[in-house]
């Protein structure tokens, strides 16, 4: 039996959006009150419910596309490590709202033991997402290559090696480290020192290699004494930040691979008696809510963190409505720029 020339039973987002002449996200932006649409797509939208007396439904729309309309947000880490750093903060905020506005459910998920990685495979499994945003990626983790051999789309926020295979959204990391030893250097720094993420990291491994090049490019000497491992937390840099000045106590900069770690590192500091940036000039990476408030003001390397957030979000909505090969993963690259204050 059919009604004005369709099949009865409820419309679906996609068939209003096909009506519409317009993509299934404008059609959820439209339908939530979302700012962000033309008048003529707005229009367009709303003759196109009228027409097929569409009813916003959830689960209707979700059964019709075969899709649940969530996306997990997977995120390796503890509570205490989530909340301490502004980083994940603003990556959380900038997922959410991009998520927001095209009408999907955002599942935010710690992983922090083999039992929650298992638990958390079988629920990829049962298909109740529709694609996964990963963040904190280490380089031997292989929880991005069991997403996409579920069949599920993925998008990472940084990458595990220079040869990613899957889609990621990162900065640029090494020219954050070559800033920052540029800028010291014009000051007149010359025994710059650095303390690094961890290097099963990536990102933590470019912005070393970026300080080596700034190095080279000042005329200034590599010197392995200068180097100290951290982990991108405080504590870690405090812990950092000892071993360099029992190592080479004739320092005078240090470029720490995160503002967490520098205000670690602005802690040992003070307890060794050193003044910054009199002293010891300190520069970070992220221009977070810690460089801002630290005393004094942290120089930092800024990241667009919330854009990245909503780039990987943008990025996964498109592998969700028409994926890419395998050979033709998206990748994005933004870019990094120095905000100078007091500390340098």
């Not at 750093?85 to 998520?99: A, H």
């Not at 930040?241 to 003070?270: E, Q, W, Y």
């Amino acid at each position: 039996m059919a009604v004005s020339g369709r099949q009865t039973g409820r419309p679906t987002l996609e068939e209003v959006a096909a009506r519409a002449g317009v993509g299934r996200g404008t059609v959820s932006r439209v339908i939530n009150g979302s700012p962000r649409v033309s008048e003529q797509a707005k229009a367009a939208v709303e003759r196109a419910v009228a027409e097929l007396g569409y009813v916003p439904n959830r689960a209707a729309r979700a059964l019709a596309g075969s899709r649940t309309d969530a996306v997990a947000l997977v995120i390796p880490e503890t509570e205490a490590r989530l909340f301490a750093e502004p980083y994940f903060l603003d990556i959380i905020r900038g997922v959410s709202g991009e998520l927001a506005d095209a009408d999907k459910q955002l599942l935010l998920t710690l992983i922090r033991s083999d039992q929650e990685r298992q638990r958390f495979e079988q629920y990829l499994a049962a298909q109740r997402v529709d694609g996964v945003l990963l963040v904190s990626v280490h380089g031997a983790d292989p929880l991005p290559d069991q997403v996409r051999a579920l069949g599920l789309p993925a998008v990472l926020n940084g990458r595990r090696t220079e040869d990613e295979s899957v889609a990621f959204v990162d900065s640029d990391n090494t020219g954050a480290g070559r800033t920052a030893v540029a800028h010291l250097a014009a000051r007149g720094r010359r025994a710059i020192a650095t303390i690094t993420g961890p290097l099963d990291m990536y990102v933590a491994r470019c912005r070393l290699d970026g300080y080596r090049e700034g190095l080279t490019e000042a005329g200034l000497a590599a010197d392995d004494g200068l180097v100290a491992n951290g982990d991108f937390t405080e504590e870690g840099g405090r812990l950092a930040m000892r071993r360099l000045l029992d190592r080479r106590p004739d320092l005078d900069a240090v470029f720490a691979a995160s503002d967490v770690m520098a205000a670690g590192a602005r802690g040992a500091l003070r307890e060794a008696g050193r003044r910054v940036p009199e002293d010891v000039a300190l520069v970070g990476v992220d221009d977070s809510a810690v460089a801002r408030h630290m005393d004094p003001p942290l120089t930092s390397v800024r990241q667009p963190i919330e854009e990245m957030g909503r780039t990987m979000a943008r990025l996964l909505l498109q592998e969700i409505a028409a994926p890419s090969a395998p050979d033709e993963q998206p990748r994005r690259v933004l870019p990094t720029e120095l905000v100078v204050r007091a500390s340098s």
